[in-house]
Each structure stands twice: as C-alpha cells, then as structure tokens.
C-alpha cells in the first residue's frame, strides 16, 4: 500500500494560510454548530477558518440519540415554537442530505387509565403532526393492544391500552458533522477546517479593545499561531463552562448536562420499530441502529472535564430499569455491549436545574467582536449557524448576504434512487459482495456518493477486504478516513468515521493493530508509534464506551 504523499504537506500549507491571512471570522469548536457556521460563512462569501483542539465532531455532536426530530416532550412544558422550528429544519435535512437523514417509524406504547391516557397522548401527537410531522410522514396512527403487541411482542400487557405509530428522524451524527465540514471546503470556497489546533487567547487593538487576532497552538507539532481575523465564533458548545477556556464570558453562562446511552444487540428486543418509552419526567428512545439498539437518554448534571465523558454506573441501570419496566425482556448488564454519553451545552437557568434549563438557543455579540452560541438541539443546527453569522455580520451586512444554506445538499448527496443504484451496482464488485451482504448498501449510507470512491480506492490500495469480520466495513474506509476525512487518529475511525468502539465487545482491540497499520501507512508511522497509537486508542475506549460498575 503506497501512502498519499501530500497528506501532510496539505495540512501544513492550510497551517501556514492560517496564520498568513486575515479572515472575517474564525470559528473555534468542530461540533455541528461550528461546522455549521463555516458552512454557512462560505455560503455568504465570507473568508472563514474553523479551528478544532481535537477531532471534528469528537464532542457532544458524535454522543447524541442519534434523531432528527421536533421534540416530543417539549409538548408538555409548551415550547410550541422551538417544536415547529426543529419538525421544519427535520424536513430540510431529510432533503439536504437524503444519505445520511432518514425517517424511521416509532411506536409510543400506552399504559395507564383507560378512555384517558390514549385519547391524552393521541392528541399530543396529533398537535406534533399539526406543527410539522406530517408533511414528511403523514399523520401518526393509533393502534389497538393487538396491533401495537404485533410490532413489539414483548411489551408489558398490564395496562397497555394500545400504541400510537408515528415517525421521526434518524441520522449518523458524526458523519452528518463531517459532511456539514467538507461541504463548506467544497468548491474552492477558500474556508479552512484544521483538527488538533487549540485556541489559546485573544489579541485586542489598543485603546478600542476590538479583537485583531486569535492566539492557538498546533498540537502536533505545539507550533503557536497567531490567527489574523476580524471576527471570532465561540462554538465550543459544554467547554465555554470550563474553568480553562481561553476568553471565557459573563454573557453568557453553559450548564452541562450529561446524557447516557445503551448499545443493546437487536436480536435482545424483538420489535420491528424503534420505541419511544414516556417515564414519568422524560422520555427514553430505542432507535434502531444497524445490528444494535441505542437506548437513551438521561438527564444528569455534569460538572467535571468536558473532554470524553462516560456512562455513570447509576444511569446504565436507570435505562436498564426503565426497559423492564415497560418490556418483559429482563435486560441486564451482560447484554449491554457499550455505553457513550454526550454533554448538553444548556443555556443555564437562575436556579440551575438541568430538567429546567433552556433547550432553545441563544447567540451573544460582544464588543470585541467575540460572537457566542449555546444551548439549543443537534436538528436545528442550521438555524443556530444562520444566526451566530448574522451576529457577526451586523443587521445592515446580514440583508446584503443572507444565509444560502437552506437549499444547498451536502457532501455525498443524492437523491434515493440514485443512491439506491449506486448500491446496486457495488453489490456486482466481487469484493465487495463477498464482505457482506449489506455491505454496499451500507457503504452508500455512510458516504453516499463518495461509496464508488471509496471502493475504487480499496482496489487501488489492496484494501477490498472486512475490517470486522462478519460486519459490513471495508479495510478502505480507514484509508479513505485519514487521506479525505481529516482522521488523524484510531479514536477518529473507529469511534466516529465507522462508529464501531462501542458496538465491539472488545472496544476494537481484534483491529486496532490493522487500523493503526493501515493509517500509518499513510502518515508516516513507524511501528514504534503504531504501537502507541493502539495501545493508548485500546485505553481510552475501555473507559469511554465500556459499562460502568453499578454503584
């Protein structure tokens, strides 16, 4: 296999345009907000760079529930407009980027009072399809006891009185962040995205106080830049409540909140939808993911380190409960094949209870031309982009460049019968149909027009082979990862690009040896560092995506 010989010199020269010209604006955070940003300044003509300490989407925008969706329970606490914002912006995504946003059914099974309880929730729905659900599909569906058992058998028959059958969005969210990122560099925009460069201070003009630079540190090579702009955008989501945030603001004041997921085989819950499960105070998800069952979320305060956060013991056997309580499956600690948790960037509220902390977003403008962004949800993050930009522009600037996001389709999209048939046609690449049988679909549902790509690049590279075995990953998309995908790490495949560290037993240790021979082919390592790189990837997974002890 022959490494990409300009992979690195191409991130030296983006180091080098970063520190040699002046931008409008810099973006500082490589979540969906910040890419979204970047997206959105090009959009608008802007010369815009994002920098990011450490991978795109390494935060809260890879760790979430994994929809696209309205909000069921904003319902009950009224945020009607927040609700309609979110079921809008979910039917543009499911048309801007058709690859990786599809809608899914759910079933909303009902236990309680009889004539009350499902006339209560059937109306609940039907104002959720009144604000938006059902242009994209159609009204929801009431079921009796029989039907609604025919899709989950295993449900509880104490007090069900039948089920309610509507649908949201469901979306790989690192992946979505990655095309949001490669979109707004697409076209000679001119906008450059760096990983593994962290911002470190600001640079004021004397006696206005207006901002002139931003201070950062590449952290490959711990070179310091000195970033000329004019404009910055705090998008650090949960890190602007750290203590060691480099310009941290009064204005405007983050509560993290930490949420927690299952990752379950399918073959344990037998149903033929995803469910959605209202306990009293919230509402827990079983999305359906390929091969497993993501069970999610929770709502706990968080006050520690952003970086890399983990499943408490308590809230695996929160959800663990919360399932058994409505399914007879008996779930236990030993089913659970993984965990991740996300932090919530909330806006906090006076008396700093999570539950009650906004979910909306909000966008401050300070005098030195700092622009932050908090709180707000993964599916309006379009919206938020918009705004931030709008922000730095200034009223007058924002009428003479609008937004131009709202119809512009992201990387690696297509329409679905023209994804379809380039599924098709890998399905004939012996190589390719010897994986797996949904292989070439699947490929076309992580990268949608790059799969042809991808497989040609296999070919090229003698990487037409299964990175798991009996799994539908191809040896290539590692080095597609690193040479197009800005990877720079193990952490970055297998936990974001391929999502597997945390549907593997083993957190990836069987592969991790071939992921890091295979990347260092093309960056250069040596099989002293490739070494390192596994060990030290094989760490911090086992502490991140493994199941906690009960406490």
Do not use: C
């Not at 180091?15 to 979540?31: F, H, M, N, P, Y």
């Not at 206005?208 to 490959?220: F, I, K, P, V, Y």
């Not at 401050?364 to 919206?383: H, L, M, P, Q, S």
């Not at 938020?384 to 990387?411: F, K, N, W, Y």
């Amino acid at each position: 296999m022959t490494a990409a010989p300009d992979l690195l010199q191409r991130r030296a020269a983006d180091l080098a345009e970063l520190g040699r010209s002046t931008w409008d604006v810099v973006i500082v955070g490589g979540g969906i907000v910040g890419a979204g940003a970047l997206l959105d300044a090009v959009s608008r003509g802007l010369r815009v760079a994002l920098v990011e300490q450490d991978d795109i989407a390494a935060g809260t925008s890879s760790r979430s529930s994994r929809l696209i969706h309205g909000g069921l329970r904003y319902l009950e606490q009224l945020h009607l407009g927040l609700v309609r914002e979110a079921l809008t912006e979910r039917g543009r995504l499911l048309r801007l980027a058709p690859h990786l946003v599809t809608l899914e059914p759910l079933l909303f099974p009902v236990y309680g009072v009889p004539f009350l309880t499902k006339p209560f929730f059937d109306a609940g729905l039907t104002l959720y399809d009144l604000l938006g659900a059902r242009h994209d599909g159609g009204w929801h569906r009431r079921l009796s006891v029989e039907e609604t058992l025919a899709i989950a058998p295993s449900l509880r028959r104490g007090g069900l009185r039948g089920g309610l059958l509507y649908h949201d969005g469901m979306e790989d969210d690192a992946r979505f962040t990655l095309a949001v990122a490669r979109t707004a560099m697409e076209a000679e925009s001119g906008a450059i995205a760096l990983t593994r460069v962290r911002a470190t201070g600001l640079s004021t003009e004397p006696g206005s106080g207006r901002l002139n630079a931003l201070h950062a540190e590449d952290l490959l090579t711990g070179a310091a830049l000195e970033i000329q702009t004019r404009a910055v955008v705090d998008a650090t989501g949960v890190w602007a409540a750290d203590p060691a945030h480099p310009f941290t603001s009064s204005s405007l004041r983050v509560l993290p909140s930490r949420g927690a997921h299952l990752v379950v085989p399918r073959e344990r819950i037998p149903a033929s939808t995803g469910l959605t499960i209202r306990v009293p105070g919230k509402v827990v998800f079983l999305v359906p993911w390929p091969d497993h069952w993501l069970i999610g979320t929770t709502d706990a305060p968080f006050d520690g380190p952003p970086g890399h956060p983990a499943a408490a013991g308590f809230e695996v056997d929160a959800l663990l409960d919360t399932v058994n309580a409505t399914l007879d499956v008996g779930l236990t600690r030993a089913d659970v094949v993984g965990t991740y948790a996300g932090l919530r960037p909330l806006i906090a509220p006076s008396g700093g209870s999570t539950l009650k902390a906004s979910r909306e977003h909000r966008v401050t403008a300070e005098a030195n031309g700092v622009v932050r962004i908090a709180g707000g949800k993964y599916t309006t993050y379009r919206v938020m982009a918009s705004d931030v930009i709008d922000a730095v522009l200034g009223p007058a600037e924002t009428r003479r460049r609008p937004s131009a996001t709202a119809e512009r389709r992201l990387h690696g999209a297509a329409d679905r019968p023209a994804l379809d048939r380039i599924a098709a046609e890998l399905e004939t690449v012996a190589a390719v149909s010897a994986i797996h049988p949904e292989a070439a679909a699947r490929l076309v549902a992580r990268h949608g027009t790059d799969a042809p790509a991808i497989v040609a690049l296999g070919g090229e590279l003698d990487l037409l082979r299964a990175l798991v075995p009996g799994r539908p990953f191809l040896e290539a998309e590692v080095a597609w990862a690193v040479q197009r995908e800005f990877a720079l790490a193990l952490d970055d495949v297998l936990s974001r690009r391929l999502r597997l560290t945390s549907s593997l037993p083993d957190r990836g240790a069987g592969i991790a040896p071939r992921v890091a021979e295979i990347m260092g082919a093309i960056l250069g390592w040596g099989d002293a560092r490739r070494k390192l790189e596994s060990d030290a990837f094989l760490d911090a997974a086992s502490r991140e995506y493994g199941v906690a002890p009960a406490v």
